[in-house]
């Protein structure tokens, strides 16, 4: 019978402290339950032992009947003598100590070679529910384990279960934290979050996409650096009026504006952020959600010089004939027959450019809603053109000249014949439009029998167009920031609509163009399909 002497007793608090500290001070579930194995042993006078736990201890399923053990930490025992103990681990632990499990302890021993005659052993319960069970074996036969025995293991079974407990706590833990990195590294919108210095801590991949920044370079910067939004001043706002600074703090603040990505990308960011805060109030981080929201915006700013260029240019020729109109409704209006006849053909052309305006507008509104229809036939180009130029020379007094410049072997083309008269009526009086010092305007065309196409073009001395404007002055209502465009009327809807209607044809439309020197818009368009000329036998 084994005396509990008082220094035992104090050995034995101080090795359960040792333990619980090793508990809290590490996560690592297997060296914290070899110490409790080790010294559970020596308590108990034993010469091994072995914790075993439920194979599926550390996931989540509970699963019925209990699954197998696994051995997680050992004292006293060879990593080549384990196999051997899997018959002792199936024993249910209540058999343990009966004829039995004698006999299973008899195996291991002549199997391993081991000194083991008794086995005292204990489950471990995390909230009640067994995980697993601690062994200890002794090599004496004639002092079997006691009651006070069994109670100190006990107390190492319990310490063990706490450590089972924690690890799981952890997995659980880091499982979830791994759901999250996955989600927000996923997120369609970007996701950063900072810490109370305002630097990134977490950067996902739509982040990288938005800002060209890549992770390993933006984490650790401060957040205004990465994502330092305009105003309209051109300001970093994040410099200049940080959000999250505001006092009193702003609820969800959100900070709009257009951003240079690294890689010159100007993009329209819209950010929103939800703080963290002390119970103090101070702030402690943030995690900021990031959308790219220029198509948005680009779609706003059309709209609203939508508005403005619809009424200007749909006001101008209305205010026009109204003033002419209430002019000849004067009774003490005196007009001489040329005054009336020069008065009623502004009138009539101004009708004709609301006319036009408004055609201008549903086509584009049309071309929005369901693409363009084509009434495609055979015509020749050269006609067409000389007939649109007529009808400008007459009214440009001078102060140009035309050349037409179709070469003779230009087939005829398979084209809408009204829509590209708008096409060559939009370039002609463009090229009117932004030559304020007149001059020549050529216009002309070849084929290219190789791809099936006619080319055609349309070349002023005009003001000329920068490059970096090339490509814009296609777009829906854009005109060049110029002198120009206070002194010409346009809604910057032409060259929109033409390439729609070129591109309907499949053909392609572009401008070559010098500032000072002049344009040439050139486009393509299908030639007609040759004819087959049969011969009679
Ligand atoms: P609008 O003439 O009504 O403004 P367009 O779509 O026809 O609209 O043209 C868009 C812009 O492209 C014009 O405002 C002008 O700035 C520029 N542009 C077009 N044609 C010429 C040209 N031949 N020479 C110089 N600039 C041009």
Redesign the pocket.
């Known amino acids: 019978m084994a005396m509990e002497l008082p220094d035992q007793r104090l050995r034995q608090r101080e090795y359960l402290l040792k333990i619980s500290r090793a508990i809290t001070a590490q996560l690592d579930l297997t060296s914290v339950l070899d110490l409790v194995i080790t010294v559970a042993v020596e308590m108990l006078a034993g010469n091994a032992g072995l914790i075993a736990l439920s194979e599926d201890e550390l996931g989540t399923e509970p699963s019925m009947p209990p699954p197998p053990q696994q051995i997680y930490a050992t004292a006293g025992i060879p990593a080549a003598a384990l196999p051997a103990f899997r018959h002792l681990l199936a024993l249910p632990i209540e058999t343990l100590g009966k004829p039995n499990a004698s006999a299973v302890l008899r195996e291991i021993a002549s199997e391993t070679g081991l000194p083991l005659r008794q086995v005292i052993a204990l489950p471990l319960t995390v909230a009640a529910a067994p995980v697993g069970t601690i062994y200890v074996f002794r090599a004496a036969l004639n002092v079997s384990f006691n009651v006070d025995e069994a109670r100190l293991l006990q107390a190492f079974a319990d310490q063990a279960a706490i450590a089972v407990s924690n690890a799981r706590l952890y997995q659980s833990v880091l499982r979830e934290k791994q759901r999250l990195d996955a989600m927000i590294e996923q997120s369609a919108d970007g996701v950063m979050i900072i810490d109370a210095r305002w630097r990134i801590t977490t950067f996902n991949k739509a982040m990288e996409q938005l800002t060209g920044w890549n992770r390993t370079e933006a984490i650790g910067r401060p957040c205004a650096e990465i994502l330092g939004v305009r105003d309209t001043q051109g300001d970093n706002i994040c410099l200049v009026d940080c959000p999250l600074q505001r006092r009193p703090p702003l609820n969800n603040p959100i900070v709009e504006g257009w951003l240079t990505s690294r890689d010159g990308r100007e993009r329209y960011i819209q950010s929103r952020y939800a703080a963290q805060r002390s119970s103090t109030g101070a702030f402690l981080g943030a995690i900021a959600n990031v959308r790219d929201i220029t198509d948005q915006k680009r779609e706003e700013q059309l709209q609203s010089t939508f508005i403005s260029v619809i009424s200007h240019e749909l006001k101008t020729p209305v205010s026009i004939i109204k003033g002419y109109a209430s002019t000849f409704q004067r009774e003490d209006g005196a007009w001489t027959a040329d005054a009336m006849q020069e008065g009623f053909r502004v009138i009539e052309a101004e009708a004709d450019r609301l006319a036009r305006q408004i055609q201008d507008l549903l086509d584009v509104s049309r071309l929005q809603a369901s693409g363009m229809r084509l009434e495609l036939s055979d015509w020749a180009l050269p006609e067409l053109a000389a007939s649109v130029v007529q009808a400008f020379a007459a009214q440009t007094h001078d102060r140009f000249t035309f050349e037409l410049r179709f070469t003779d072997d230009l087939p005829p083309v398979h084209a809408d014949y009204e829509r590209i008269r708008m096409v060559l009526t939009?370039l002609i009086s463009?090229?009117i439009?932004?030559s304020p010092h007149g001059g020549r305007i050529r216009i002309g065309g070849h084929p290219m029998p190789e791809l099936d196409q006619a080319v055609v073009y349309v070349a002023?001395q005009?003001?000329?167009?920068p490059s970096e404007e090339q490509e814009r002055?296609f777009e829906r209502f854009?005109?060049?920031d110029n002198r120009?465009?206070r002194t010409t009327q346009?809604?910057?809807?032409?060259?929109?609509l033409s390439r729609a209607i070129i591109e309907a044809h499949g053909g392609t439309i572009y401008v070559e163009s010098q500032v000072g020197r002049g344009?040439r818009f050139i486009f393509t368009l299908p030639l007609a399909r040759r004819q087959i000329t049969g011969e009679t036998v």
């Open positions: 939009n463009n090229a439009k932004y002023d005009g003001a000329g167009i002055i854009y005109r060049i120009l465009r346009g809604a910057g809807l032409g060259l929109y344009s």
